[in-house]
């Protein structure tokens, strides 16, 4: 081999291990550079994005100024800051996985990004960038909602009337109308009126929603507007146990109001649901009267007095009533037309009510007198009745016809088991109205 082929072969093998040794250089090199690649981006809520990120760090870790964040970039390739708050994770040696948050701050305004970008940062240096194209809008929803009002142009109407109902609402992504209690709400204008029929007193709702993360909760803000429809007093019930009685006896006034703030019995201030025992002398009319601010209603009742005085009772009769027809539907016998007037073509009963009674069988003997000059009486009828009998000792009350001896002042005398002790008597007359006061 001559000198310039060895000089060759020696230049040559010179350059092949400084091309073994500077592949070797670039290996190391390669082997010891921090890498990122960006996974994917999840949009959590209309608020905030989770970017998932691999990296390999082959720095040295545990410095606070060493993380990685993602960020928002606009279409002007302008990073914005101002807007999100950006989640800044420490960086570990490795290779790694981690998902970095952008949340959206309240007040702030919207924003429109085209792309996500994600850096790692060592003592403030730029270490590596990646970016991911992503487009997402930023709403500005994270200012308070607010009912700035809801009223009516009328809070008190009468039934039927319509009212104009009102609201106006700030920062609301949805505003529902309905009546309290239903079902039943609408979506309406987030400012806006509607004019509403109302039949009775009705409390309205408006609930107004912020925008919201998907799938979080809402929510909402709600306010209430109530339509008085005020009602009218009413007389549900007047009545008496008795609407005829004798003098010296009682009748028991029963009645019901509702709705009325002031009620009055004859002028007498009294209870929405009430009683009250009365004996009036002669015939007297009872006005019951309600009030509701200017509304005023009554109701009349009359108690008929007859020109008769209450029975004569002796033990062990402890009641005696007259009446031309008897109501027995209830558990005990019930006097319709109380004491007539009777008329000498017409019927005549006799309720009978006895105390302490044994269940013996008694026999009742039934006497009429008759009165021409009101103080003497003369008999026109007699005759026995034999009593139902009774399985126990004690109450019984029985109906019997009594015999119509026709016109003019009457006494019926009843007297049991031949006792005259037990005598008791009531007066009465037949064709004699025109004494009725």
Same mark, same amino acid.
């Given at each position: 081999?001559?000198?310039?082929?060895?000089?060759?072969?020696?230049?040559?093998?010179?350059?092949?291990?400084?091309?073994?040794?500077?592949?070797?250089?670039?290996?190391?090199?390669?082997? !010891?550079?921090?890498?990122?690649?960006?996974?994917?981006?999840?949009?959590?809520?209309?608020?905030?994005?989770?970017?998932?990120?691999?990296? !390999?760090?082959?720095?040295?870790?545990?410095?606070?100024?060493?993380?990685?964040?993602?960020?928002?970039?606009?279409?002007?390739?302008?990073? !914005?800051?101002?807007?999100?708050? /950006?989640?800044?994770?420490?960086?570990?040696?490795?290779? !790694?996985?981690?998902?970095?948050?952008?949340?959206?701050?309240?007040?702030?305004?919207? @924003?429109?990004?085209?792309? /996500? %970008?994600?850096?790692?940062?060592?003592?403030?240096?730029?270490?590596?960038?990646?970016?991911?194209?992503?487009?997402?809008?930023?709403?500005?929803?994270?200012?308070?909602?607010?009912?700035?009002?809801?009223?009516?142009? &009328?809070?008190?109407?009468?039934?039927?009337?319509?009212?104009?109902?009102?609201?106006?609402?700030?920062?609301?992504?949805?505003?529902?109308?309905?009546?309290?209690?239903?079902? %039943?709400?609408?979506?309406?204008?987030?400012?806006?009126?509607?004019?509403?029929?109302?039949?009775?007193?009705?409390?309205?709702?408006?609930?107004?929603?912020?925008?919201? &993360?998907?799938?979080?909760?809402?929510?909402?803000?709600?306010?209430?507007?109530?339509?008085?429809?005020?009602?009218?007093?009413?007389?549900?019930?007047?009545?008496?146990?008795?609407?005829?009685?004798?003098?010296?006896?009682?009748?028991?006034?029963?009645?019901?109001?509702?709705?009325? &703030?002031?009620?009055?019995? *004859?002028?007498?201030?009294?209870?929405?649901?009430?009683?009250?025992?009365?004996?009036p002398i002669k015939t007297m009319k009872y006005t019951l009267e309600a009030r509701k601010g200017e509304v005023i209603i009554s109701e009349d009742y009359v108690v008929m007095v007859t020109p008769f005085g209450a029975p004569d009772l002796s033990n062990p009769f402890s009641s005696i009533e007259l009446c031309r027809s008897v109501d027995e539907s209830g558990e005990s016998y019930r006097c319709i037309s109380s004491d007539g007037p009777f008329t000498s073509n017409g019927k005549i009963y006799a309720i009978v009510r006895i105390e302490n009674l044994s269940k013996t069988s008694h026999n009742? %003997?039934?006497?009429?007198?008759?009165?021409?000059?009101?103080?003497?009486?003369?008999?026109?009828?007699?005759? *026995?009745?034999?009593?139902?009998?009774?399985?126990?000792?004690?109450?019984?009350? @029985?109906?019997?016809?009594?015999?119509?001896?026709?016109?003019?002042?009457?006494?019926?005398?009843?007297?049991?088991?031949? *006792? *005259?002790?037990?005598?008791?008597?009531?007066?009465?007359?037949?064709?004699?109205?025109?004494?009725?006061?």
């Amino acid at each position: 081999m001559n000198s310039f082929s060895a000089i060759k072969c020696i230049a040559l093998v010179i350059v092949v291990n400084l091309s073994i040794q500077n592949a070797i250089a670039q290996s190391k090199k390669a082997s !010891n550079a921090s890498e990122l690649k960006i996974l994917e981006v999840v949009a959590i809520s209309d608020k905030q994005l989770q970017v998932n990120v691999e990296y !390999n760090y082959t720095g040295k870790a545990g410095s606070n100024d060493t993380f990685i964040h993602a960020f928002p970039v606009e279409s002007d390739g302008e990073s !914005n800051f101002k807007e999100v708050d /950006i989640e800044k994770v420490p960086l570990k040696s490795g290779i !790694n996985q981690v998902s970095l948050l952008i949340t959206k701050r309240p007040k702030t305004k919207a @924003f429109t990004s085209e792309s /996500i %970008k994600v850096c790692m940062m060592e003592s403030r240096n730029l270490i590596l960038c990646g970016e991911y194209s992503f487009e997402k809008s930023w709403p500005n929803f994270d200012l308070p909602v607010k009912i700035l009002s809801f009223s009516s142009s &009328e809070s008190k109407v009468s039934k039927g009337d319509s009212v104009t109902i009102s609201w106006q609402t700030e920062n609301a992504s949805k505003v529902m109308f309905g009546v309290n209690g239903s079902e %039943k709400f609408q979506q309406v204008r987030k400012s806006g009126s509607l004019t509403v029929g109302v039949d009775k007193t009705t409390t309205y709702i408006l609930m107004v929603a912020p925008m919201a &993360e998907k799938g979080g909760a809402v929510k909402m803000e709600t306010k209430a507007l109530t339509i008085d429809v005020p009602i009218d007093p009413v007389i549900g019930r007047f009545t008496a146990n008795r609407n005829t009685i004798r003098r010296g006896q009682n009748s028991k006034l029963t009645w019901e109001v509702y709705e009325a &703030e002031e009620i009055s019995l *004859n002028g007498e201030s009294v209870i929405a649901l009430g009683d009250k025992i009365v004996s009036p002398i002669k015939t007297m009319k009872y006005t019951l009267e309600a009030r509701k601010g200017e509304v005023i209603i009554s109701e009349d009742y009359v108690v008929m007095v007859t020109p008769f005085g209450a029975p004569d009772l002796s033990n062990p009769f402890s009641s005696i009533e007259l009446c031309r027809s008897v109501d027995e539907s209830g558990e005990s016998y019930r006097c319709i037309s109380s004491d007539g007037p009777f008329t000498s073509n017409g019927k005549i009963y006799a309720i009978v009510r006895i105390e302490n009674l044994s269940k013996t069988s008694h026999n009742l %003997k039934l006497t009429t007198y008759n009165s021409f000059d009101g103080e003497k009486w003369i008999e026109v009828h007699q005759e *026995n009745r034999s009593l139902p009998k009774r399985d126990t000792d004690g109450y019984l009350e @029985f109906k019997l016809e009594v015999q119509n001896t026709g016109e003019g002042k009457k006494k019926l005398e009843f007297i049991l088991d031949g *006792n *005259n002790t037990t005598k008791s008597e009531i007066v009465y007359c037949i064709d004699c109205s025109r004494m009725w006061e």
